[in-house]
């Protein structure tokens, strides 16, 4: 199945799935958007104009984190779960994904969550894993990471936990619209997908997929946002520091 030009099949899945094209009218503001390279590249003399800083400090406000890293991991994992999920979602749907070139792919980094992104130009590429591991790991996260390491001093294994657990939430949430919606074919596809993207050094470490549940060997930090508990995929049984007798959301 080709890729259609606003890649319509992806709108049912939700928010993280969707990926706005540039035929989605005239007014679409991608002209006026940084490209995501943007966002990797040195860091801006103006703050302001640096989208990645603009994320982060974004996402400190709104969860109002006692330190600016936690916001740096929770905008990261947002990132990187909307990459996945557009690449996987047409993986799955279309056979082929789009082309994420971070030239292309525009980034509203002061938008709400999901992250709003659009992309300039829609230019085929196989689906299958090597692509998707050529594209979006080493085409983003990898770059990505570097720049949140260099301006928040994140530890790497946070990082790559982050892309593990957010490709996990991607093929989970795949695999249950499929399942819902009588799409066997695209559930087993998805699963199968997961399994050899996880084989990829950048990854295998990172946590345990069984099916399309994942345990992850590292904390995205998101415990110490106010009232924030642990994520389901959390290595941590309880918040670092915490009575063994405290429960968490």
Not at 77 to 84: D, I, N
Not at 191 to 216: S, V
Request: glycine fraction near 10%; aromatic fraction near 6%.
């Amino acid at each position: 199945m080709d890729l259609d030009p606003d890649l319509a099949a992806l709108s049912p899945l939700g928010g993280f799935f969707v990926l706005r094209t540039v035929v989605d009218g005239p007014s679409a503001p991608v002209r006026s958007l940084p490209p995501l390279a943007q966002a990797y590249g040195p860091l801006a003399s103006d703050a302001d104009a640096d989208p990645l800083l603009v994320r982060v400090r974004k996402v400190a406000a709104a969860l109002t984190v006692p330190e600016v890293r936690i916001a740096a991991s929770v905008a990261h994992l947002g990132l990187a779960a909307r990459l996945w999920s557009t690449a996987l979602g047409c993986a799955v749907l279309y056979g082929r994904i789009p082309d994420l070139d971070p030239r292309l792919l525009h980034w509203d980094a002061d938008g709400s969550a999901p992250d709003d992104l659009w992309l300039a130009q829609v230019r085929p590429l196989p689906g299958d894993a090597a692509t998707v591991v050529d594209v979006v790991l080493h085409g983003h996260l990898e770059p990505l990471a570097a720049a949140l390491r260099a301006r928040h001093r994140l530890a790497a294994g946070l990082l790559w936990g982050n892309a593990g657990s957010a490709l996990a939430g991607a093929v989970r949430e795949l695999d249950r619209w499929a399942r819902t919606n009588g799409r066997t074919e695209a559930a087993a596809r998805a699963r199968a997908l997961a399994g050899e993207l996880f084989t990829h050094p950048r990854l295998t470490t990172t946590g345990t997929l069984t099916g399309t549940a994942f345990r992850r060997r590292s904390c995205c930090l998101y415990y110490r946002v106010p009232g924030g508990g642990l994520c389901g995929d959390c290595c941590f049984a309880r918040p670092p520091g915490s009575s063994p007798h405290a429960t968490s959301g």
